[in-house]
């Protein structure tokens, strides 16, 4: 359970609402990532940590800035998309070498 997750994606939740003006819900977060509401809901309220493929989409679907994104993966314990893709281009250039 992760209660700075759970803050965290509440608070994009919150800028999602006054964006579109009307509650961004588990439901319609949930139907905007391909998830069900039930795993949406456990995800916003803190007792689950989605994996990176679903945070990724739940980060997506809320509109996250480059910061909100790493912030909410680092949170789950994630690196965020940036670093895996720089790792992931460190690797290639240790192994072509």
């Known amino acids: ?9 509440n608070e ?7 964006k579109i003006g009307r509650e961004y819900t ?16 456990r995800g916003l309220n803190g007792t689950i940590i989605p994996g990176r493929e679903i945070l990724l989409k739940w980060c997506n679907a809320l509109e996250c800035t480059d910061k909100e ?16 893709e720089a790792l992931e281009e460190e690797e290639k250039h240790h192994t072509a070498a």
Not at 26 to 41: F, H, I, V
Not at 75 to 84: I, Q, R
């Open 69 to 84: 994104r790493s912030d909410i993966f680092h949170a789950a314990g994630y690196l965020s998309p940036e670093e895996m």
């Open 12 to 18: 994009a939740r919150e800028r999602k609402s006054e």
């Open 26 to 41: 588990s439901y319609r977060l949930a139907k905007d990532s391909g998830t069900t509401q039930s795993y949406a809901y």
């Open 1 to 9: 359970m992760s209660t700075r997750l759970s803050r965290l994606l």
